[in-house]
T-cell receptor, first 117, second 108 residues
Framework: DTEVTQTPKHLVMGMTNKKSLKCEQHMGHRAMYWYKQKAKKPPELMFV???????INESVPSRFSPECPNSSLLNLHLHALQPEDSALYLCASSQEGGQRANTGELFFGEGSRLTVL | GEDVEQSLFLSVREGDSSVINCTYT??????LYWYKQEPGAGLQLLTYIFSNMDMKQDQRLTVLLNKKDKHLSLRIADTQTGDSAIYFCAESPGMMRFGAGTRLTVKP
C-alpha cells in the first residue's frame, strides 16, 4: 500500500463550524505533514509530525489544530475559519523526519478542498 | 533565504519534447525532486536525483543537474496530452522547498 488517503475530498463550512480533515497512511512512515495550497501556488508547509510528536509548526493560526493519534493517522481540526482559509489541504508522509530533517521524498494524498463561506 | 525558481508556463505540441527548468540557491541541497500535479489532485513524485549525479533517465523522463550553476531540468520526450499538468521542482535536505510550479500545456 503506497497511498496516502485523505477525507473528505471536499468540505464546505461556515465560519462558526468545527470540522476535521483526516489523513491515513500504512507505509510505516514516521513523518507526516500538512500543507496548504492556494490556487496557482506551491504547497506551503503548515505542520510536521515526527514519530507522533509535533516537530514543526510554521506559525499557523490556532484556528488550525493538528493531531496525530498514532503513527498512521493525522488529523487537522478546523474551528472559526476565515474565507481566506479556503484552499486545498494536502497531507504527506515520508519515511523519517525530524527537526528540519527530511532525507527522502514526500508521498502526497489527493488533498481535501476546503471552502469557507 | 533559500529559493527555488521556475518559469511559470510552457506550451508544446504533442509529440515534441518538453524541457522544464529550475534553479535553486541552497548549495547544500542533497536531493532534488520533480513532482507532477494534475488539476484538483495531490502531488505525484515523478523522479528525483541525488546531488552527486549529473543525469538520471527514467523512460520518457530525463533529469539533468548542473550543480555548479544550481540548475535542474526535466525533459519529457514525446510529450502527450496526458502530460499537461503543473510540474514542481523541489529540494532538500531541510524541509522540502518547492518552486512555484510550471504549468505545461500540450496542444494536439
Amino acid at each position: 500500500d503506497t497511498e496516502v488517503t485523505q477525507t473528505p475530498k471536499h468540505l464546505v463550512m461556515g465560519m462558526t463550524n468545527k470540522k476535521s480533515l483526516k489523513c491515513e497512511q500504512h507505509m510505516g512512515h514516521r513523518a507526516m505533514y500538512w500543507y496548504k495550497q492556494k490556487a496557482k501556488k506551491p504547497p506551503e508547509l503548515m505542520f510536521v509530525y515526527s514519530y507522533e510528536k509535533l516537530s514543526i509548526n510554521e506559525s499557523v493560526p490556532s484556528r488550525f489544530s493538528p493531531e496525530c493519534p498514532n503513527s498512521s493517522l493525522l488529523n487537522l481540526h478546523l474551528h472559526a475559519l476565515q474565507p481566506e482559509d479556503s484552499a486545498l489541504y494536502l497531507c504527506a508522509s515520508s519515511q523519517e523526519g525530524g527537526q528540519r530533517a527530511n532525507t527522502g521524498e514526500l508521498f502526497f494524498g489527493e488533498g481535501s478542498r476546503l471552502t469557507v463561506l | 533565504g533559500e529559493d527555488v525558481e521556475q518559469s511559470l508556463f510552457l506550451s508544446v505540441r504533442e509529440g515534441d519534447s518538453s524541457v522544464i527548468n529550475c534553479t535553486y540557491t541552497d548549495s547544500s541541497s542533497t536531493y532534488l525532486y520533480w513532482y507532477k500535479q494534475e488539476p484538483g489532485a495531490g502531488l505525484q513524485l515523478l523522479t528525483y536525483i541525488f546531488s552527486n549525479m549529473d543525469m538520471k533517465q527514467d523512460q520518457r523522463l530525463t533529469v539533468l543537474l548542473n550543480k555548479k550553476d544550481k540548475h535542474l531540468s526535466l525533459r519529457i520526450a514525446d510529450t502527450q496530452t496526458g502530460d499537461s499538468a503543473i510540474y514542481f521542482c523541489a529540494e532538500s535536505p531541510g524541509m522540502m522547498r518547492f518552486g512555484a510550479g510550471t504549468r505545461l500545456t500540450v496542444k494536439p
